[in-house]
């Protein structure tokens, strides 16, 4: 869906699409999430399906209001760490560059990474509302999967189709700019909020339910094995496959504002955090509170068993 598309729903609002500067994404102005109907959703889902990322700027949201909206998209996931639930909300995860932050705390998400890829049922899609933004810096980072698997070799797509990956929580070798933290290293007192899953296998290579599109899936993050690949084989494919990915021709970057609700295709989209001041100046201070959901809405009306694609036993 491209940019100047107008629609309308029974809420009669219009839904005018038009895309962000970069390489991939939209933004709608001027709809207000909290009288969305079916029939808004709808549209949308089909734009951030297709575009595999959608801003809404100029939302006035309640906490209770955010996670309504963010129950309408799926299922909430509860986060692994729950020193970063919100107390109200468990719903919602805390992202802040408090200068009360620990160190070891600091700029975890730092690196490429599909949400609860290191759980067996992984999240569909992700969202942020934004509340603080500094003024410098806080931007996010997106790879465009689809389009990245889209330009591989044609022996390439076909050598990596059908293969399948393990995960971990965290478990995946950093990049030289990168930032992983390790449960196993944070201090025994924080270890004792942290559920760690068990490892999971998931394709390197997934349809998606919706669009029926392939896109690569997990390459950052969890991801530290191919099945079937001895160890220096298998990473050495996955950081290939990553170091395409995250090419500048497929990533696209966006700064939340107050105000923003962000949504992302986390099927198709990787994504990372930058390297952030830790402050309560008011002027370099970020918070924004995400939603990650599983499984799929229920104004789309997809079957579950499109969504799952198991792993070979």
Known sequence: ??????????????????????????????????????????????????????????????????????????????????????????????????????????????????????????????????????????????????????????EMRDRIDGLQVRHGISAATPGKDETIVRPQDLPEDIQRHVDIPAPVLHPLVRTHPVTGMKALYGLGGSAFAVEGMDEAEGLALLNDLKSHATAPIFVQDYKLMPGDVLLWDNLSVMHRATPIEYSDAPDKARLNYRISVKGLPDFLAVPENQLMEPASK
């Open 1 to 154: 869906m491209n940019g100047g598309v107008e629609m309308q729903n029974r809420t009669n609002q219009e839904l005018v699409l038009e895309p962000l500067p970069g390489a991939f994404g939209v933004r709608s102005v001027g709809v207000d999430l909290t009288r969305a109907d079916d029939a808004l959703l709808r549209g949308l889902a089909d734009a951030l399906f297709q575009n595999r990322i959608l801003v809404m700027p100029g939302q006035a949201m309640s906490n209770d209001q955010y996670v309504a909206f963010g129950k309408r998209w799926g299922r909430p996931v509860l986060l692994v760490s729950r020193r970063n639930r919100h107390g109200e909300h468990p719903e919602m995860i805390v992202q802040s560059n408090s200068g009360s932050v620990p160190a070891f705390m600091r700029n975890v998400a730092s690196h490429w990474h599909c949400d609860s890829s290191y759980e067996e049922e992984v999240a569909t899609v992700t969202m942020l509302l934004g509340v603080k933004a500094p003024a410098e810096g806080g931007e996010t980072l997106f790879a465009d999967l689809a389009a990245a698997y889209a330009a591989l070799p044609e």
